[in-house]
């Protein structure tokens, strides 16, 4: 089905309405993406759907952390598993109080930034930490 943009707007708008009264009716212990799937379903659309047009429309939320941000915490990350590199990302992860999930893209971010996506000459990246903090110490120096 195709709904014009003002539609779209309403709908959007009738999703912000009806979460924001679900959490003041005490589903904040709820997982946020059930409570968005379960709005979705009253409105006979997608949680995905929503998610897509709150975009189209500038509703995003912007990222927490600035990319000056999320250096220091890889960089604080490489470090950590550079010290021990058995620890599990999950526990990195609550130690940088980041989530697990924003972790990992970040990860899969700063792979994609090297030249060979999956290793540092040669080597896997959590196997040489210290290369990837001296990575991402070279690209702090060149955004100043």
Known sequence: MFYEKEERKHLVEKFDQRKAELKRDGFKSSYHHEIDETIAKELGLCDRTI??????????EPNKHSDSKQKELMKQYYDIKDQNPKINDKKIAKR???????????????????????????????ENAAANVQEIGNSNLGSI
Request: proline share 2%.
């Open 96 to 126: 940088l109080k980041v989530g697990r999930g924003t972790l990992f893209n970040w990860k899969k971010q700063f792979k994609q930034q090297q030249f060979h996506p999956n290793s540092v000459n040669g080597h896997f990246v959590e």
């Open 51 to 60: 998610y897509k047009w709150k975009n189209e429309l500038g509703q995003t």
